[in-house]
């Protein structure tokens, strides 16, 4: 894995697939912003619940200049079977290999999942509020299940303004510090 980003490092340079077979770069979303958010797997109901919080906010982020960017360490069969089916309007990306994951720096740790799901009633917690949502706790198959969550804001000259590496499996940058990111000219 290389090193983890920090705010001023230039947002390396990716080219990938969508879910929707459209060609991915980076280098394309130059003159806007981008928030681009790596998750732990396509059936992980709190990354539904993250995607299905993204959608909600997305026209807005995108009239003011910001796109969303979405990978999962995922099958692209599995990204269709599972987060595909609530129809993002930004690329939702299957990286199974993880090499844009490992490009980003994005850590596997199982002692954070562990750490994660050791906290008293944090099962319940996430049950209630991905349920709550209409997600379901379910199992993907051959996913990474010790991926961490990571998302980087990164603005229209490529340059990363917010690297957000999480802490546990349930940590994710504050929709306070994304909106304060897309408010800034």
């Known amino acids: 894995m290389t090193d983890q980003f920090q705010s001023g490092d230039i947002a390396p340079f990716f080219q990938v697939e969508d879910q929707k077979d459209q060609s991915v770069s980076l280098e394309t979303y ?32 995108q009239q003011q200049g910001m796109d969303v960017i979405a990978f999962f360490e995922s099958p692209e069969a599995n990204l269709h079977k599972y987060v595909g089916q609530q129809d993002a309007p930004f690329p939702l990306i299957a ?52 991926r961490i969550p990571a998302e980087f804001l990164i603005d229209e000259n490529g340059m990363i303004r917010v690297a957000y590496y999480g802490e546990f499996i349930t940590d994710h940058l504050p929709f306070e510090t994304i909106d304060q990111f897309v408010a800034d000219h």
């Open 30 to 61: 130059r003159g806007r912003k981008v928030l681009l958010a790596f998750f732990r797997n396509s059936a992980c109901a709190l990354c539904n619940l993250r995607v299905h919080q993204f959608i909600q906010r997305y026209a807005s982020w």
């Open 95 to 146: 990286d199974p290999e993880a090499r844009i994951y490992e490009l980003y720096g994005v850590e596997t740790s199982e002692a954070k999942v562990q750490a994660t799901l050791s906290q008293p009633g944090i099962h319940e917690e996430i049950a209630a509020r991905v349920e709550a949502a209409g997600f379901k706790l379910m199992p993907e198959a051959g996913s990474n299940f010790n």
